[in-house]
């Protein structure tokens, strides 16, 4: 099979994209206690970067010592985490992908354990799939928090990332600010749509201001949560269009979260995400990436040709075969070792980090 949209590359900024592959965002639990890569993160971004993946984006980076999803996240928010982020951000781009690189704040799902203490979010509402209630943050600690991912984007770009992504979903910080059920705050934080948004519009500008008008932008953000009286596709589109006017780039939609439970990956397998994405697509100008359950090329071919995406994220499908890309575009998509949606990877804990039913060499 051809893959003449997939294959035709993409230019953002001053950032092109070889092809419309893009590797989402990945908690690997690969990185050192202390927030620098490994040889064993690195290799697992550059070998799949190697195999011809247009854009591959780094997961959930922390922005502070409390934010961090895991003991092995990768981080960006100290000088040390910026030297060990040119090796990685250096061999993804020898590998012929975009280097980029997501961060984000845990926010109330986080364990007390990460989280220093007591779980913090933007209000004093705990997680259905959570215990723990948080405490409610301070306006001047959502400021700071502002300041954190701030810094955290233009270390991004200092390391040699080429496109910083927000993470805006999956039941973590920022959606919490963006959700009506878990934020019910009486400061400008808190309440209406733009007030919810506020958080992001604040971080999309600062930004904006540290890594130059060239610089790609993007958000991760589920625009369903699939929760009742959560953040819905009207009210998404809504805050993208915000977001549009503060300088974002690029909307990587998805859909559901931790809150949500199960419901996240049904939604994936069923295709509901692709078609979301397709919905966003059709009332935004600037490029969208979907993503939920693709395993095969064939899937990101068809999705782009009927017009549900400008690229096509494929996570679970590279963890089983890194070389699913390459195999593909060589005509050998037989060869391809194809994910059997076991979920191996989603239960992974702390230790040993990332591991796959399929692929013993992860």
Known sequence: ?????????????????????????????????????????????ANIARNQVGLTIVGATGVSPVSRLGDHAFCLYEDRHVESGRALFAAIKQGGSVPAVQINHGGRVLSPELAGGR????????????????????????????????????????????????????????????????????????????NRARIVREILTGAREKVGADFPIGLRLSVEEYVDGGLGLEESLDMIRMFIEDGLDVVHVSGGGIDS?????????????IRLAGE??????????????????????????????????????????????SKSLAGRSGDVVECNSCLQCFMRGEAPGLTCSLNDKL
């Open 280 to 325: 966003v697509k059709k009332a935004v100008s600037i490029p969208v990436i979907a993503v939920g359950g693709v395993t095969r090329l064939e899937q990101a071919e068809e999705a782009i040709q009927a017009g549900l995406a400008d690229m096509v994220a494929i996570g679970r499908g590279l963890i089983a075969d890194p070389e699913l890309v």
């Open 1 to 45: 099979m051809d893959y003449p949209n997939l294959t035709r590359p993409l230019t953002v900024k001053s950032t092109t994209f070889p092809n419309r592959v893009v590797l989402p965002p990945i908690q690997t639990n690969y990185a050192a206690s202390n927030g620098e890569t490994t040889e064993r993160h690195l290799n697992f971004y």
């Open 261 to 273: 439970g199960g419901r996240m990956i049904k939604a994936a397998n069923k295709g509901d995400l």
């Open 119 to 194: 779980v913090i979010g933007p209000s004093a509402i705990a997680s259905p799939a959570v215990s723990n209630t948080p405490r409610a943050l301070t306006t001047g600690e959502v400021e700071e928090i502002v300041l954190q991912f701030v810094r955290t984007a233009e270390n991004a770009k200092k390391a040699g990332a080429e496109l910083v992504e927000l993470h805006g979903a999956h039941s973590f910080l920022l959606n919490q600010f963006l959700s009506p059920v878990s934020n019910q705050r009486t400061d400008r934080y808190g309440g209406g749509t733009e």
